[in-house]
């Protein structure tokens, strides 16, 4: 099922139209950021579906890592990096591609209203 919410309004990227980002652009961009991390690594695209859990289940792919993927993440979706914020983890528990998005959605959407 494709959710077509708007997550956050992206004037910035536009001509100032009133333009939103559904929950599968957001889903797009973090693929196309971790298959881009992998593939620089000089490993193969990976498959990634939504319960894909980058750490552990991806190649090389590690808490240091995902530090420097949330940075590119964050300036694809035109958020604030933050030594506090790791989308990958929770709880000291590795996140799936879902739960990633999830609280990506909830970022975008605290942005777009604060």
Do not use: H, W
Not at 33 to 50: D, F, H, N, Q
Not at 90 to 95: D, F, K
């Amino acid at each position: 099922m494709t959710d077509t919410t708007p997550v956050v309004r992206f004037s910035y990227i536009t001509d100032g139209d009133s333009d939103s980002m559904t929950r599968s652009e957001v889903t797009a961009v973090l693929v196309d950021v971790l298959v881009s991390v992998e593939v620089t690594m000089g490993l193969e695209p990976p498959t990634i579906t939504p319960a894909t859990k980058p750490i552990g289940d991806l190649p090389l792919f590690c808490s240091i890592i995902s530090e420097d993927t949330t940075v590119a993440l964050f300036i694809r979706l035109g958020l604030e990096a933050s030594v506090d914020e790791n989308p990958f983890i929770s709880n000291r528990q590795a996140c799936s591609v879902d739960q990633i998005v999830d609280r990506l959605c909830t970022l975008l959407e605290a942005k777009a209203t604060g």
